[in-house]
């Protein structure tokens, strides 16, 4: 990934870069007259990964507020070099008057996945962390411990919602920059933004390294994969030329990417030996 190094330290290359970048942003945030709430990174090799989509708001006139763990995180000093003035810490939300057992008595699976409450799509955020945190894909709710974790996810849902109700009340953010918008916490405060006509951008490594995938998300498309095209984008590579030098560059993209390591290498997905690419898929782009 991006600036390897010991630990958690940057390499010198990376902090060379970012030397380059944050050049001039503190200035330009202050002059922004609109604001993009940011879900921050503790990390500071992904705290440094986000920081260039960061600049790209900060000159398109937006002025960033960060949101991290604590006061005390790491990354603090970075986001804030990038020109964040205005921070919000996780660990200081306040639960949600909202208790989880008030909602449902969650007797199947099923009835968490499909829970609505106030407007948003509680349940599932709280199954998809649930079966995220605990490695499993099918639970017992008949099981005690299984259904007392279950409200245990649900109501840090709420928990969640609570806070990013405050956030947005607060900072009335004109854009949202997130990633893992699926999963608790994230998943109410990118919901909430959507369904509030609000531009929200989630970021994600791509299939190699270095390389980032950004998409816009809004109401009619809440639940594409980060990956997907958007109709209009698909339509346009369609109508663009496709040549059998086309089809080389790309098996010669997918063959270095498995065989250097590399392909969505932060899952751990990549093979590094064994890999045979089709050089002329029979489909076409065009089919």
């Known amino acids: 990934m991006l600036g390897r190094g010991t630990g958690d330290g940057m390499a010198p290359e990376l902090e060379a870069r970012l030397e380059r970048t944050l050049t001039g942003l503190p200035a330009a945030a202050r002059r922004a007259e609109r604001r993009v709430l940011v879900a921050g990174w503790s990390s500071m090799t992904t705290a440094a990964q986000q920081i260039p989509i960061i600049a790209a708001f900060v000159r398109a006139g937006f002025a960033p507020v960060v949101v991290l763990e604590s006061r005390t995180t790491a990354s603090r000093k970075l986001y804030e070099a990038a020109g964040a003035r205005d921070l919000a810490f996780w660990n200081e939300l306040q639960p949600s008057r909202t208790r989880a057992s008030q909602l449902s008595p969650l007797k199947t699976e099923d009835d968490l996945r499909d829970l609505h409450h106030d407007g948003l799509r509680m349940g599932r955020y709280a199954l998809s962390t649930m079966m995220r945190s605990t490695r499993c894909g099918k639970f017992d709710f008949s099981n005690a411990e299984t259904k007392a974790t279950a409200f245990e996810w649900l109501q840090k849902t709420l928990d969640g919602t609570a806070f990013a109700d405050k956030l947005i009340a607060r900072w009335k953010p004109d854009a949202l ?14 919901e909430r933004c959507v369904n509030a006509g609000t531009p929200a951008f989630s970021w994600n490594a791509a299939h190699r390294d270095n390389l980032i995938v950004l998409k816009r998300y809004r109401r009619d498309n809440i639940d594409s994969h980060p990956m997907s095209l958007s109709a209009e984008s698909w339509e346009t590579v369609r109508r663009q030329p496709w040549t059998a030098a086309d089809w080389d560059a790309l098996a010669a993209e997918l063959a270095h990417s498995y065989k250097s390591g590399q392909w969505f290498g932060e899952v751990g997905n990549s093979v590094s030996q064994g890999v045979s690419v089709p050089r002329r898929p029979r489909a076409s782009p065009r089919a």
């Open 177 to 190: 920059l997130v990633n893992d918008q699926g999963y608790t916490p994230l998943g109410p405060l990118f």
